[in-house]
C-alpha cells in the first residue's frame, strides 16, 4: 500500500518540474536578449565580466615589477608618516655619547670622562639635527686635504692655539691646513719621508696605520698619496673640533681616548701606529697602554713614538719636567718595549722607532702577564688589562704568527689568513671568493643607480655592516675610503676587514657612532636593519643615519622586502627623498634596495629651519 501511494505522487510532481525548469530557462533567454540589446540596467556589469574573461588570455603581457612602492601600509590608528622636526639649532654638533655636560658626570681618572657614555632612552633626541647657516658641499679630494669651508666647521680656537705648529689656518671664509703637527711643524711630508728610510711604506707592506691622538689628522692626511690607510682618533677635548675637521678635510677620523676601555679594533689589525706628541702616558699603569697597541700592532708592524720622552736632553725645559723625571721615563719605556717583544730600530732627533717581533718565538724576554687568546677580539665595552696579548703559535722562527699577508694591493683579494685558517665559522675560501664577486655585481648595480658613486663626490663613505668588507673592496678607489663598521652582535669579522688592507671599527647600532653630525658622503647598509629588528627601535638607527650624513648625501639600504617597507615608512618623516627598487636579479628576489638622498636644510638662528635650494 505504502509503495503504490509514492509512485503515484513522483508520477504527479514529474509534469510540475518538467514546465518549472521550462519557464526558468525561457525567463533567462529573454533577459540576456533585453541586456545584450543594451537597455537594461545590468548592462556596465556584463561588459566588465566579458572583459574579465578576456583578460584571462593577456597571460604574456602580465607585468612582474615591484609594487610595494605602490602599496600603502595602512595601521588605522597611526598617522601615514610621523613626520621629525629639526632639533633646536644649539644641536648643530651634537654628538650623543660624547657630550661635554655628561662627560664632566664621569670620573677624570684614567680619561674615563673622555670615554663613551650614550643617553639614556628617555634622554634621547628624536629629531633632525640641522646643519649650521651657510653649510656648503666640501671641497672635491684632493683640494679638501688642503682646504675647507669655515661655515661648515665654524671654530677658530686651533688656529691661534696651534698657530706656530702649523696646524690649521684661517684665510677668508676657508680654513687652510698647511699640513703641519706638533712634531712636523714644517709639514707631514718630511716627516715622512724620515719615517720611510725605516720603515718600507713604499712598497706595499705597510697599508694600515694607527694615529693616537691624531689632531687633524695631516700625518693621515698625506700618508693617502703613498697608499696608507691610517685610522685616527682623538678625544672631543679642549682641542676644539679635532676629528671634525678631519673628516671635514676627507680623512678617517673617530672621537676616541685610550682611557680604561679596549681600542674598538681587533688584534693584529695595523702594520704601523705612531704617537706623535698624543700626551699618552705609555708608562702610567703598568704599561697597559703600550700593551694595548701591541694588540693592535700585527707582527712585525712598527711604532713611532715622537714626542716625550724622546729627545729629552733637548726639550725638558719646554716641557716643564726635569730631566731625572724624563729619563726614568725613557728608560722605564724602553723595558716596557722590550717586554713586549718590541726591537728598536730608529732614534734620531725627535723621532724613535720600535718593531714588533713576528712571533713569540723569536722573543728573548717573557711577559709575566699574558692575556686570553680567546678575547684578543673581543673587545667592544670591554676593560683594559695589565697584559700581553699572545700571539698565534707558530712551527718555526720565520713564520709571521696569524699568517703572513701580502702586500697591498694584492692583498685586497687575496684569501685572508683568518679565512684560510678557518677562523671565521661558516666561511671557506671558495664562499670568500663568491662573496667578492657578489659585492662587485652589487656595487656595479648601485654605480648604475647613482653615477656619482666611485667618483670624489661622495669621498667619506660608511658601511653599517661590513661582513667581509666585499663592498668597500669592490669600490676600492684612491677618490673614497670606506669605514667598514662591524656590529658588536653580528659576526666578528673585522680582522678579515683589516688582513684585506681595509679599516673599520666595532659599534653597537644602538647607540651613536663616534663621529661628529655631517661627516660622511655616502651610507651603505646591508640587512643591517634585519638584524637589528628586535634589538632596538629602528627610528633610532635612521636617525643616527641622518645625523652622521651631509646633506645631499646618498643612503643605500640593502634587505629584505618587509623591513626595508618598515624603514620607508620611518624615512617618509626625515627630509629624505626615498626611492624602493627591486634587486639587480629582478622582482622575483624578496630582497630589495632603498635609495635615498638626504634633502639640503639648514638650521636658523632663530631655532627653527629653512629650506633653500
Same mark, same amino acid.
Given at each position: 500500500?505504502?509503495?503504490?501511494t ?13 514546465f518549472?525548469v521550462l519557464g526558468l ?6 533577459l540576456?536578449?533585453?541586456q545584450?540589446?543594451?537597455?537594461? !540596467?545590468g548592462?556596465n556589469?556584463?561588459l566588465?565580466v566579458?572583459?574579465l574573461?578576456t583578460?584571462?588570455t ?10 610595494h612602492?605602490?602599496?600603502?601600509i595602512?595601521?588605522p590608528a597611526?598617522p601615514k ?8 639649532v644649539?644641536?648643530t654638533d651634537?654628538t650623543p655619547?660624547q ?9 677624570r681618572?684614567?680619561m674615563i670622562y673622555?670615554e663613551r657614555h650614550?643617553?639614556?632612552?628617555k634622554? !634621547?633626541l628624536r ?5 649650521p ?12 686635504r688642503?682646504y675647507a669651508?669655515y661655515?661648515?666647521?665654524?671654530y677658530k680656537?686651533?688656529t691661534?692655539? $696651534?698657530?706656530v *705648529?702649523?696646524w690649521v689656518?684661517f ?5 687652510k691646513?698647511p699640513?703641519g703637527?706638533t712634531?712636523?711643524?714644517h709639514g707631514?711630508?718630511?716627516?715622512i719621508d724620515?719615517l720611510?728610510?725605516?720603515i718600507?711604506?713604499?712598497d706595499?707592506s ?5 694615529d693616537?691622538?691624531?689632531g687633524?689628522a695631516s700625518w693621515?692626511a698625506y700618508l693617502?698619496?703613498r697608499?696608507?690607510?691610517a685610522m685616527?682618533?682623538a678625544?672631543?677635548?679642549n682641542?676644539?673640533?679635532q676629528? /671634525?675637521f ?5 680623512v678617517?677620523?673617530v672621537?676616541?681616548?685610550l682611557?680604561?676601555?679596549h681600542?674598538?679594533?681587533p688584534s693584529?689589525?695595523f702594520d704601523?701606529a705612531?704617537c ?10 703598568e704599561?697597559m697602554?703600550?700593551m694595548?697597541?701591541?694588540?693592535v700592532l700585527?707582527?712585525g ?5 715622537s714626542?716625550?720622552p ?8 719646554t716641557?716643564k719636567?726635569s $730631566? ?6 725613557q728608560?722605564?719605556l724602553?723595558?716596557?718595549a722590550e717586554?713586549l717583544c ?5 732614534e734620531?732627533?725627535?723621532i724613535?722607532i720600535?718593531r714588533?717581533?713576528?712571533?713569540a ?6 711577559s ?5 687568546l ?6 667592544w665595552? *670591554?676593560?683594559?688589562e ?7 703559535e707558530?712551527?718555526s722562527? &720565520?713564520?709571521?704568527?696569524g699568517?703572513?699577508? /701580502?702586500?697591498f694591493p694584492?692583498?685586497?683579494f687575496a684569501?685572508?689568513?683568518r679565512?684560510a685558517q678557518?677562523a671565521?665559522?661558516g666561511?671557506t675560501?671558495e664562499?670568500y671568493?663568491?662573496d667578492?664577486k ?7 648595480a648601485?654605480k648604475?643607480?647613482n653615477?656619482l ?9 660608511m658601511?653599517?655592516?661590513?661582513g667581509l668588507g ?5 669600490l676600492?678607489?684612491?677618490?673614497s675610503?670606506v669605514m667598514?663598521?662591524?656590529p658588536?652582535i653580528a659576526?666578528n ?5 683589516y688582513?684585506r688592507?681595509l679599516?673599520?671599527i666595532?659599534?653597537?647600532?644602538c647607540?651613536?657612532f663616534s663621529t ?6 655616502l651610507?651603505?647598509?646591508?640587512g ?5 629588528q628586535d634589538k632596538?627601535n629602528?627610528?633610532d ?6 645625523r652622521?650624513l651631509?646633506?645631499?648625501g646618498?643612503?643605500?639600504?640593502r634587505?629584505?622586502v ?6 620607508? $615608512?620611518?624615512?617618509?618623516g626625515?627630509?629624505?627623498?626615498a626611492?624602493?627598487?627591486?634587486h639587480?636579479?629582478g622582482?622575483?628576489?624578496?630582497e630589495k634596495?632603498?635609495v635615498a638622498?638626504?634633502v639640503y636644510w639648514v638650521?636658523?638662528? $632663530? &631655532?627653527?629651519t629653512s629650506n633653500e635650494?
Amino acid at each position: 500500500m505504502g509503495s503504490k501511494t509514492n509512485a503515484s505522487g513522483h508520477r504527479a510532481r514529474r509534469p510540475l518540474s518538467i514546465f518549472a525548469v521550462l519557464g526558468l530557462c525561457c525567463f533567462f533567454y529573454l533577459l540576456g536578449a533585453w541586456q545584450r540589446s543594451g537597455s537594461g !540596467k545590468g548592462d556596465n556589469l556584463a561588459l566588465k565580466v566579458n572583459n574579465l574573461m578576456t583578460d584571462c588570455t593577456v597571460l604574456p603581457n602580465l607585468s612582474f615589477e615591484s609594487h610595494h612602492n605602490d602599496v600603502e601600509i595602512v595601521e588605522p590608528a597611526e598617522p601615514k608618516a610621523k613626520e621629525f622636526k629639526p632639533c633646536d639649532v644649539k644641536y648643530t654638533d651634537y654628538t650623543p655619547c660624547q657630550e661635554q655636560d655628561r662627560a664632566m658626570t664621569f670620573p677624570r681618572e684614567n680619561m674615563i670622562y673622555r670615554e663613551r657614555h650614550c643617553p639614556a632612552e628617555k634622554e !634621547k633626541l628624536r629629531c633632525l639635527i640641522p646643519a649650521p647657516e651657510g653649510y656648503t658641499t666640501p671641497f672635491p679630494w684632493p683640494k679638501s686635504r688642503d682646504y675647507a669651508y669655515y661655515a661648515n666647521v665654524p671654530y677658530k680656537s686651533l688656529t691661534v692655539e $696651534k698657530a706656530v *705648529q702649523n696646524w690649521v689656518q684661517f684665510q677668508g671664509n676657508v680654513f687652510k691646513f698647511p699640513g703641519g703637527g706638533t712634531m712636523f711643524p714644517h709639514g707631514a711630508d718630511a716627516y715622512i719621508d724620515e719615517l720611510a728610510s725605516v720603515i718600507p711604506i713604499a712598497d706595499g707592506s705597510v697599508r694600515t696605520a694607527l694615529d693616537t691622538g691624531c689632531g687633524v689628522a695631516s700625518w693621515g692626511a698625506y700618508l693617502l698619496k703613498r697608499n696608507v690607510l691610517a685610522m685616527s682618533f682623538a678625544p672631543k677635548d679642549n682641542h676644539e673640533a679635532q676629528v /671634525q675637521f678631519a673628516l671635514e678635510r676627507g680623512v678617517p677620523a673617530v672621537i676616541g681616548v685610550l682611557g680604561t676601555i679596549h681600542l674598538p679594533y681587533p688584534s693584529r689589525a695595523f702594520d704601523m701606529a705612531q704617537c706623535s706628541r698624543c700626551l699618552i702616558p705609555w708608562t702610567s699603569n703598568e704599561g697597559m697602554y703600550l700593551m694595548e697597541v701591541d694588540r693592535v700592532l700585527r707582527p712585525g708592524g712598527y711604532w713611532i713614538l715622537s714626542g716625550p720622552p724622546i729627545n729629552w736632553k733637548t726639550y725638558y725645559q719646554t716641557w716643564k719636567r726635569s $730631566k731625572e723625571d724624563l729619563k726614568a721615563e725613557q728608560t722605564k719605556l724602553e723595558e716596557l718595549a722590550e717586554s713586549l717583544c718590541w726591537e728598536k730600530k730608529y732614534e734620531k732627533g725627535d723621532i724613535a722607532i720600535w718593531r714588533k717581533k713576528i712571533n713569540a718565538k723569536s722573543c728573548k724576554r717573557k711577559s709575566p702577564n699574558v692575556c686570553g687568546l680567546d678575547n684578543a677580539d673581543d673587545v667592544w665595552y *670591554q676593560k683594559m688589562e695589565v697584559c700581553k696579548t699572545p700571539l698565534p703559535e707558530v712551527t718555526s722562527k &720565520n713564520e709571521v704568527a696569524g699568517g703572513e699577508l /701580502q702586500k697591498f694591493p694584492a692583498r685586497l683579494f687575496a684569501v685572508p689568513p683568518r679565512i684560510a685558517q678557518g677562523a671565521i665559522p661558516g666561511v671557506t675560501a671558495e664562499s670568500y671568493q663568491e662573496d667578492n664577486k657578489l659585492w662587485k655585481k652589487h656595487v656595479n648595480a648601485y654605480k648604475r643607480m647613482n653615477k656619482l658613486i666611485g667618483t670624489t663626490r661622495y669621498r667619506n663613505v660608511m658601511d653599517m655592516n661590513a661582513g667581509l668588507g666585499g663592498f668597500a673592496a669592490a669600490l676600492e678607489s684612491q677618490k673614497s675610503w670606506v669605514m667598514n663598521v662591524v656590529p658588536s652582535i653580528a659576526e666578528n669579522t673585522l680582522g678579515v676587514v683589516y688582513e684585506r688592507g681595509l679599516i673599520g671599527i666595532y659599534h653597537d647600532w644602538c647607540e651613536g657612532f663616534s663621529t661628529y653630525p655631517r661627516t660622511y658622503d655616502l651610507i651603505h647598509a646591508n640587512g643591517l636593519f634585519s638584524i637589528y629588528q628586535d634589538k632596538c627601535n629602528l627610528e633610532d638607527i635612521l636617525l643616527e643615519m641622518d645625523r652622521i650624513l651631509r646633506p645631499e648625501g646618498a643612503i643605500i639600504i640593502r634587505d629584505e622586502v618587509d623591513v626595508l617597507n618598515q624603514v620607508k $615608512k620611518i624615512v617618509g618623516g626625515m627630509r629624505w627623498d626615498a626611492k624602493l627598487v627591486d634587486h639587480e636579479d629582478g622582482p622575483l628576489v624578496p630582497e630589495k634596495i632603498l635609495v635615498a638622498l638626504k634633502v639640503y636644510w639648514v638650521g636658523t638662528s $632663530k &631655532n627653527k629651519t629653512s629650506n633653500e635650494e
